[in-house]
């Protein structure tokens, strides 16, 4: 598209943008796909007309893959803007064009509608996985307590002996054995744990 459609349809209420997409993940080719699809499912909105775009190559960082389509984009109204943002969550998004906005009452509602409702959903996803991780920290303590006491069925151990038996950095087993001795379940006698 040339300069001159791009101010035609600025000049009939399009939004000129520039937006990133990012995606971070592994393998490669799934980094690589998954952006091409995205570009794709943004390309088939009708009210969305592609200026120019460069997709960067994946790079590996910390043993994940990221990669990158920048893109200017001309969006039809707000609604679209709105689409793009809560569906394809850009790393970032700027109207380079018009300079001043004018939108009517409803469309600045249904935006703020699509943004609670939006939150809203996010909130109901991160009350869940707090749950979730609640749950999951229990068992996996539930678990780990399991596998010292079975540690110690039928002798006394180090807490290095128990590290290795259960396969958690001993560190990191100091609490777990100062509330099993708070609790009864254990004792430590001369360096060693025992059960009681």
């Known amino acids: 598209m040339d300069e001159k459609q791009a101010d035609e349809l600025v000049k009939k209420g399009y939004l ?43 790079e590996e ?31 970032s998004m700027e109207i380079i064009e018009p300079a001043e906005l004018k939108f009517k009452d409803k469309e600045l509602t249904d935006f703020f509608g699509d943004l609670l409702s939006q939150v809203h ?42 590290s290795k038996l259960v396969g958690i950095n001993e560190e990191n087993l100091k609490p777990v054995f100062e509330a099993m001795i708070k609790e009864d379940k254990i004792e430590l006698i001369d360096g060693k744990y025992k059960r009681k």
């Not at 937006?19 to 009210?47: C, D, R, S, T, Y």
């Not at 990669?67 to 969006?75: G, H, I, N, P, T």
């Not at 991160?126 to 006491?149: D, F, P, T, Y």
Request: charge should be negative; glycine fraction near 6%; hydrophobic fraction near 45%.
């Open 16 to 58: 000129y943008i520039s937006v990133m997409f990012e995606l971070v993940g592994n393998p490669k080719e799934h980094v690589k796909n998954a952006l091409e699809l995205v570009i794709n499912k943004v390309k088939e909105n009708e009210n969305v007309e592609w200026v120019g775009h460069e997709i960067g190559e994946p």
């Open 61 to 91: 960082a910390k043993d994940l893959w990221s990669s990158f389509c920048d893109a200017e984009l001309l969006v039809k109204d707000l609604a679209t803007l709105s689409w793009i943002g809560f569906n394809f969550a850009p790393a």
């Open 121 to 162: 959903v996010m909130n109901g996803t991160l009350i869940e996985i707090k749950s979730q991780n609640k749950l999951l920290q229990r068992n996996i303590n539930a678990v780990v307590r399991n596998g010292i006491l079975i540690s110690l069925a039928n002798d006394e151990k180090t807490s290095e002996e128990i």
